[in-house]
């Protein structure tokens, strides 16, 4: 890998916000669906594993909890992986660890096994394309940036509808085995969607000029230096607070309806109701935050979708049939898709493009020790009262309390700043490409190599891909 671009974000390159960008849009929708489903997917098969192994709905909600965990707890790992090899060798990497771990899972013999091989090895190998593409798509956008995230965000609902059917059907003709084996090849299209992040190429500069550039190219691993700005941290606090209860009720909705006495397909299909109005909501909630006058007050849209997401848990709590839960689902998947489509938009706009690949990694480590917590304590909830209308108020509360957490953080303690460039470097880069872009042939002052260069390149080449060996297809 040592000849590997490295996708560190090369200065001078302007965000073609199309072109090859919209393969990369495409790769990171099937990733999201993947990552974000494949938890809420898996927990179809829960009561199948309760009666093999004889075990409560804690137990079988750990392996949604370790997966997730593991998309969010091995966030520096991958950001320390993408800053050294790039973007396109992890996410190759990170397929196969996801196809084996389930088609490994699909011969356990024990509950603690599947942890290890669907929870970790799985749940690793998401995370490892996870992250990657979501970097890659905020730099391949800028100005169609808001609805690049809620298009790609769109994946999760759309692989929800269509995954959780498809492992009740599997189930019932192969067992879980057999759909765990089934779905573990479903996942090598993950590879796949690896091969389409073809890194930017930078500007080509003259010889001159190529010492200091690659002195200048040195980056840290991961960037700390983000804790500096207030509004990171206090999304970092929310965020964490706001997962505790976020993913709780799509796990926990289909065992409530098997539980109120409907069969095992009309129970499945709250999820698929739940992705279908998910599916709607994430375009539009990114268009919606495109907009000039919402753009700069992302964060706030962003704290209404939480507190709609957490009233309506709250309200989820009363539902004693099989309509309330219907209702439930849609206000849910509205909700649900708003925050999914602003929460990284949010944290694009806070930090930076230079510090996001950094950003990303802490922050998902800091929400995983929650996303670990989150389900099965509401899980051992459930145990203790035999009721899901506890375990739906407590889900509410948490994600209400993360709502009023980052909207009065932001609001009391984050003074009002201008749309300025968040480090030297980016100011660096934008003077650069504005001085280029207004630059007339009576006072560009260029000598004879960079006039030969001109006359060889095509004029204004924008994100330019590189397709050395390496790093093709």
Not at 61 to 79: D, E, F, V
Not at 149 to 163: D, H, I, R, T
Not at 215 to 233: E, I, M, N, P, Q
Request: proline residues 5%.
């Amino acid at each position: 890998m040592g000849a590997v671009v490295a996708d560190d974000g090369p200065s001078g390159v302007k965000a073609p916000d199309g072109g090859w960008g919209w393969a990369v849009l495409f790769g990171c929708f099937i990733i999201t669906g993947f990552s974000y489903a494949f938890p809420k997917a898996v927990s179809v098969f829960f009561k199948e594993l309760i009666r093999e192994f004889g075990i409560g709905y804690s137990d079988t909600a750990w392996i949604s909890s370790i997966l997730l965990a593991m998309l969010y707890g091995t966030g520096p790992l991958c950001s320390v992986c993408v800053n050294r090899f790039g973007c396109r060798p992890v996410m190759l990497v990170g397929g196969l660890f996801a196809s084996m771990g389930m088609v490994i899972a699909s011969f356990c013999t024990s509950i603690v096994q599947i942890y290890l091989t669907a929870g970790v090895i799985t749940g690793l190998g998401l995370a490892l394309n996870f992250q990657p593409s979501l970097i890659m798509l905020n730099r391949y956008f800028d100005k169609r940036r808001p609805l690049a995230n809620g298009l790609s965000a769109a994946g999760s609902p759309v692989f929800l509808c269509a995954l959780s059917p498809l492992g009740q059907i599997l189930q019932d003709k192969y067992g879980w085995r057999g759909g765990f084996l089934i779905l573990g090849g479903m996942l090598l299209n993950c590879c796949v969607c690896g091969a389409l992040m073809r890194p930017l190429e930078p500007p080509k500069k003259s010889e001159a000029t190529k010492e200091p550039a690659e002195k200048k190219a040195k980056k840290k691993l991961l960037d700390f230096s983000v804790f500096k700005d207030g509004g990171f941290v206090i999304y970092t606090l929310a965020a964490s607070i706001m997962v505790l209860g976020l993913f709780v009720p799509p796990v926990f909705v289909v065992s409530y309806a098997k539980d109120l006495g409907y069969q095992d397909t009309k129970a499945a299909f709250l999820l698929t109701i739940l992705g279908f109005i998910d599916i709607f909501a994430r375009p539009i909630c990114g268009m919606v935050a495109g907009l000039k006058w919402v753009r700069p007050r992302c964060v706030y849209l962003f704290s209404f979708a939480m507190i709609f997401n957490g009233f309506t848990d709250l309200m989820g709590s009363m539902s004693v049939d099989y309509g309330g839960l219907v209702v439930f689902c849609i206000f849910f998947g509205i909700s649900y898709g708003m925050v999914g489509a602003l929460q990284f938009e949010v944290l694009m706009a806070i930090v930076g493009t230079q510090k996001f690949s950094s950003a990303i990694g802490l922050v998902l480590l800091a929400e995983a020790m929650a996303v670990l917590i989150g389900p099965p304590s509401a899980g051992k909830l459930l145990d203790a009262t035999g009721k899901y209308m506890f375990v739906f108020i407590i889900a509410g509360i948490e994600v209400t309390t993360s709502a009023l957490v980052l909207a009065l953080g932001n609001f009391f303690c984050i003074k009002k700043k201008s749309e300025e460039p968040h480090t030297k470097e980016e100011a660096a880069e934008r003077e650069e490409l504005n001085k280029s872009e207004d630059k007339t042939p009576e006072d560009a002052k260029v000598d004879s190599i960079e006039v030969e260069q001109f006359l060889k390149d095509e004029p204004e080449k924008n994100g330019e891909v590189v397709t050395n060996p390496e790093t093709c297809v």
